[in-house]
């Protein structure tokens, strides 16, 4: 059996969007680190969702019962405190 391997181009931006979404799906819950995903042995959800131009992943771990928002960003800028 022979796999094709080209692009979906039928589908239009679904399969570059999914491949983001695996990509950049948080792996681990920010609270505790349990894994979130099934495959990896975890009890969370990551759900992505658009706000604007933002790409947001609501969240949940099963674990600690955390739950809450994660914004991807391009850039953070942040400063030291000084002693």
């Known amino acids: 059996m022979t ?24 792996k681990f819950c920010p ?9 990896e042995g975890g009890r969370g959800l990551a759900t992505e969702y658009w706000l604007g131009s ?11 019962d955390w739950s809450g928002d994660i914004v991807l960003t391009e850039r953070v800028l942040g400063h030291e405190a000084e002693e």
């Open 3 to 26: 796999v094709s391997l080209r692009p979906d181009v039928a589908r239009g931006w679904f399969p570059a969007d999914a491949a983001s979404h695996r990509r950049d799906a948080p």
């Open 31 to 39: 609270s505790c680190a349990a894994p979130l995903g099934l495959a």
């Open 54 to 64: 933002d790409r947001v992943f609501v969240c949940y771990c099963a674990a600690c």
